[in-house]
């Protein structure tokens, strides 16, 4: 298609001295925008055969901007325009945004191969991020552990706050025993509760997964770092569940959400047509795969978490920003500390000390009801001071009076103080003595008290005690007294 020359001269002059785009140009002249790539990629007919153009200012910087995108094939223009004004540029940002679309190189396309696994031999393993649960004490994030068979498409998937290792192993635990069995391989991505180390093809797994793979004779693998498409299975299903179970749904509880996954399982997802092998459902397939996975053992591998943990002085352990009680004979020692994502026990040496219910709450106190009671009991055992016990030893008849004092409101604390003064000063047996004497006349008043030990130390006929306090710069000295009988004599 030809154009006037009017509309060429007004296309050149609309992209080159306005800087209009090629879509506004075609839209506002009324062409196709084919004719303004056209045009603006040769001279209008009849031109003058074009000069020298002038020296582009971008010139000097090419061969910067070329090594740049060869290293970096997605860096930004502007970026390229910031690092090329710090070394002189003094172009604009459009000018260098449009060299470097003319430069950058073609995105490379790999080719992928495809696999086709046997019966038994494969099962690959991803998370997807759900949302938040809503829990006391706060919010937190709520994944999804996913398993699927490779051969059979079967999946197996629950509901969990924890990513750790030991939360691995017991998710991989349940989908074996929910199989029945388990494949000769678990391909994973490359996350830190599977892989601690990698170099290239030199891997070292998590203990806790090496251990697991071990006892169920498993081989675990890892798929190419950013690699995606190698694990492509579990990549589709992750996107089955996001669209076909999560969509519109909101997880309030995850026992409940974990049960709706396995119906949704059982009555769906495995009742789909199998996406290669016509005509057969996921579930007869994976009737077919079942008897060539690996037997599991009995009784199946623990999978708790185990930890030593140290007990505070007010008889708590700290786990996962909770507290939980022990007995408080166990304040201040290190016990053993074995979790799952349900009971939580704490061990010394092999006997249970305490049991409880994991919270999956934030910053909550768990405490056991008799744990409680016990520190109480040591607490008020704690609070019978030591001048008690005394008063006790010299008459366990104290008690009667002490409860009556208690009963008509006095402080506990400064009276036994007081009493134990009246020890000090009248000895034992004179306050033995009063004491068995307002027992029987029922009397509780203090000061009767002190009446009944001076009656009981003239009865005694002891010295009156009399205390005699002595300012500090005088010195303690025996005096002894000289004869006065020659006292009165001139």
């Known amino acids: 298609m030809t154009v006037p020359r009017e509309t060429e001269a007004a296309i050149l002059r609309l992209h080159y001295g306005e800087h209009w785009p090629y879509g506004t140009i075609a839209t506002q002249l009324g062409v196709h925008i084919d004719v303004v790539r056209r045009v603006l990629n040769r001279p209008p007919a009849g031109a003058a055969a074009p000069t020298a153009r002038r020296p582009s200012v971008i010139q000097p910087y090419a061969e910067f901007i070329e090594q740049s995108l060869q290293q970096y094939p997605k860096l930004l223009a502007t970026r390229l325009y910031d690092m090329i004004r710090e070394r002189g540029y003094t172009g604009s940002v459009r000018t260098v945004r449009e060299y470097v679309a003319a430069v950058r190189p073609d995105a490379k396309t790999d080719a992928f191969l495809r696999l086709e696994t046997l019966p038994g031999e494969q099962a690959q393993i991803d998370w997807m991020h759900v949302g938040s649960l809503h829990v006391a004490g706060g919010e937190r994030p709520l994944w999804a552990f996913v398993l699927v068979m490779s051969y059979s498409r079967a999946m197996w998937a629950e509901l969990v706050v924890d990513l750790s290792a030991a939360a691995l192993c017991r998710s991989l635990v349940r989908a074996a025993a929910y199989f029945g069995g388990v494949p000769r391989q678990w391909l994973f991505d490359n996350p830190k509760t599977v892989v601690i180390e990698r170099h290239g093809d030199a891997v070292r797994f998590h203990p806790a997964l090496l251990s697991l793979s071990a006892h169920l004779r498993v081989q675990p693998r890892l798929c190419g770092v950013a690699k995606p498409q190698e694990k492509g299975r579990v990549e589709r299903t992750v996107r089955y569940l996001r669209d076909r179970f999560f969509a519109g749904r909101t997880v309030v509880d995850i026992d409940q959400g974990n049960k709706d996954l396995l119906r949704f399982f059982d009555e769906i997802a495995h009742q789909r047509p199998h996406p290669r092998l016509q005509g057969r459902t996921v579930a007869e397939v994976l009737v077919e795969e079942q008897p060539r996975l690996l037997a599991l053992p009995d009784p199946l591998p623990p999978t708790e978490h185990v930890v030593p943990v140290a007990v505070d002085k007010t008889a708590f352990v700290r ?110 047996a004179v306050f033995a003595d009063a004491v068995a004497d307002l027992v029987a006349r029922e009397v509780a008043d203090l000061g009767a008290f002190a009446v009944a030990c001076e009656k009981a130390r003239r009865a005694r006929s002891l010295p009156i005690p009399v205390g005699v306090a002595m300012p500090a710069h005088i010195p303690d000295r025996d005096v002894i007294p000289h004869d006065l009988e020659d006292y009165d004599e001139p």
């Open 319 to 428: 786990f996962d920003t909770n507290l939980y009680s022990v007995p408080p004979a166990h304040a201040g020692r290190t016990l053993t500390l074995v979790a799952d994502d349900r009971v939580l026990y704490l061990l010394d040496g092999e006997s249970v000390v305490a049991r409880h219910a994991r919270s999956l709450g934030r910053r909550q106190t768990v405490e056991d009801p008799q744990h409680r009671a016990e520190l109480l009991a040591q607490r008020r055992a704690a609070q019978d001071l030591k001048g008690r016990d005394r008063l006790r030893a010299i008459s366990p008849s104290i008690d009667v009076l002490l409860s009556r004092w208690v009963t008509e409101g006095r402080m506990t604390g400064p009276t036994v103080f007081r009493l134990v003064k009246m020890l000090d000063l009248y000895g034992n």
